[in-house]
């Protein structure tokens, strides 16, 4: 929404798997050094995210309508404007663009991000735990319904190696999500297990590997504190981003647009949570999840 900044139309889960995906490692992980790619591949892959990346404030005065809704329909009429406006967009574009870029796998390839991009800014969100691993647990289990069919949700960027874990409480064969190092352990465990093996690895190695990056470089911000006040947390990322007026991101930020949710699932009254017993069973075995999520502000002592 800032009008400084150029995006993919989604997730760039297109441009880095070509030279990262994990079957070219055994399926291995989704964890990314910066030796994983050749020089040449790395001025190919930055080629592309320039010739994909898109700004709608080109076009629209204000693209906040194309981009909020998570039904099926919303999504496909969201993905084909953004593609057509995406293309005007790029009309005379010339010289350097500034870049945002999301993707979650990314926490796995830090170094890997550094060396590719090496002027780069990272925000590193962090989540309360037991709502983070919850809201895993839920798109693993979500779908879109198209008529009397269900098809799985998020499984687009997924990999057909799930089958092999023999999971007591999921008999799919994508996984979903970020292929974590050391996976393959999760065999004959349950799906709990899976999403917090996936936020405790994503957050530890995040953590880990932005130590390495230039403290004026790196910015965390809790999901938490960004909803309790989005324009003040909107706005100490513009400040260390260094951008300038944001035009109508801030009325953006200021009406937060649920997007991308998993379905109307049931929550429980007292935790908020949808599944609060598997996320505290799988907490329960993991003793390793406590010193983490101090480590990133949080406690988890006692039941959800």
């Known amino acids: 929404m800032h ?41 190919q892959l930055r080629r592309v995210f320039f010739k994909r990346a898109l700004n709608l404030n080109r076009i629209l005065r204000d693209p906040a309508p194309l981009l909020t809704g998570s039904s099926l329909g919303r999504r496909l009429l969201t993905r084909t404007m953004l593609l057509t406006l995406g293309k005007l967009s790029r009309a005379g574009l010339a010289g350097r663009i500034r870049l945002v870029e999301k993707t979650p796998k990314n926490s796995l390839r830090v170094p890997f991000m550094d060396r590719l991009f090496p002027d780069a800014k990272f925000l ?30 998020f499984q687009r960027a997924g990999y057909p190696i799930a089958g092999g874990l023999s999971l007591k409480d999921y008999r799919g064969r994508w996984w979903r999500f970020a292929l974590v190092p050391g996976w393959r352990s999760l065999a004959g465990g349950t799906l709990a297990d899976v999403a917090l093996k996936q936020w405790y ?8 590997d932005l130590r390495l990056i230039p403290a004026e470089r790196v910015l965390t911000i809790r999901f938490e504190d960004f909803l309790a006040d989005p324009e003040g947390a909107f706005g100490e990322i513009l400040t260390w981003a260094e951008l300038g007026e944001p035009g109508p991101a801030l009325a953006f930020c200021r009406r937060l647009p649920r997007v991308n949710t998993a379905g109307p699932m049931a929550r429980d009254r007292t935790t908020g949570l949808r ?6 069973r799988a907490l329960a075995g993991f003793p390793e999840a406590s010193s983490l999520a101090r480590r990133l502000g949080y406690e988890l002592d006692g039941p959800a």
Not at 201 to 208: M, S, T
Not at 275 to 280: G, I, L, N, R, S
């Open 3 to 43: 009008p400084e900044l150029w995006h993919l139309p989604a997730e760039s889960h297109p441009v880095l798997e070509g030279p990262l995906h994990p079957a070219r490692t055994g399926w291995v992980s989704n964890r990314a050094e910066a030796d994983s790619v050749s020089p040449g591949e790395l001025a």
């Open 124 to 153: 590193h969100i962090v989540r309360e735990p037991r709502q983070n691993i919850d809201s895993l647990l839920a798109g693993w289990r979500s779908s879109d319904r198209i008529g009397p069919l269900r098809l799985p949700r």
């Open 201 to 208: 690895e994503c957050n530890r190695i995040a953590a880990d």
């Open 275 to 280: 599944f609060p017993e598997e996320v505290d």
